[in-house]
């Protein structure tokens, strides 16, 4: 069975920092090109960080750009992503997510429409942050 479990999630003030982990299991993460997605009530899904299989480049939302960072640890089938200096607007469910093609246009990360190309999504892992 595929399967995606993300963890980390948690409450964090302002300015903090958080490492979130998404472990695969029944496909390898480290041939696979990988999203990092994220959810507030009452928004649409937006793309934090991409990654293709074909090149390993990250691409990251103008919004988290330069402080968040997605990272492979083949080893432990898992990818992590490291979010620092959060702000209260980061708050949101966290979602890693698979996609069905080794190329996803990560370079339009912050598209409405990437989602469409992740096939396999995890439960999510809610991070809160305060002010």
């Known amino acids: 069975q595929v399967q995606l479990v993300e963890s980390g999630g948690g409450l964090v003030q302002a300015g903090e920092s958080l490492t979130l982990s998404c472990v695969g299991s029944g496909l390898g993460l480290g041939d696979s090109a990988i999203g990092w997605f994220r959810q507030a009530p009452g928004k649409a899904r937006e793309g934090i960080g991409c990654v293709r299989h074909t090149d390993d480049d990250v691409w990251y939302g103008d919004y988290v750009k330069g402080r968040f960072t997605v990272t492979r640890d083949n080893d432990r089938n898992s990818v992590t992503l490291r979010m620092n200096a959060l702000h209260p607007e980061d708050a949101a469910t966290y979602y890693c997510?698979?996609?069905?093609?080794?190329?996803?246009?990560?370079?339009?990360?912050?598209?409405?429409?990437?989602?469409?190309?992740?096939?396999?999504w995890g439960q999510g892992t809610t991070v809160t942050v305060s002010a």
């Open positions: 997510a698979v996609s069905g093609t080794p190329s996803p246009p990560c370079t339009i990360v912050g598209a409405t429409h990437l989602p469409m190309y992740f096939e396999v």
